[in-house]
Nanobody
């Protein structure tokens, strides 16, 4: 069983930055692609970004390309999401998840974290 714990959420002003972390425990996360998803109030969950098990491949939703960067440190079993130029409409609960590979975000999700709230507001 793989446990995923997100951190780094909080309140940020429009145009500001946050870095989210996803720490994995239970057994090695290196065999999984890790992705970030978000769910805004009243909306469906959407894929934000995914990174392959090696870290060599990534993908991003069109809405965040050029502003968000996903990375991973397999020695620390941690995946990061650097978010810049944040917009109010990106207020959401952000979840990390472990899956089989890159697709629309990641596909074949096996494990989910419980999420961290990001609020973008002045």
């Amino acid at each position: 069983q793989l446990q995923l714990v997100e951190s780094g959420g909080g309140l940020v002003q429009p145009g500001g930055s946050l870095r989210l972390s996803c720490a994995a425990s239970g057994f090695t996360s290196n065999r999984y692609a890790i992705g970030w998803f978000r769910q805004a109030p009243g909306k469906e969950r959407e894929a934000v970004s995914c990174i392959s098990s090696s870290g060599g491949s990534t993908n991003y939703a069109d809405s965040v390309k050029g502003r968000f960067t996903i990375s991973r440190d397999n020695a620390k079993n941690t995946v990061y999401l650097q978010m810049n130029s944040l917009k109010p409409e990106e207020t959401a609960v952000y979840y990390c998840a472990a899956g089989l590979g890159l697709g629309v975000g990641c596909y074949g999700i096996k494990y989910w974290g419980k999420g961290t709230l990001v609020t973008v507001s002045s």
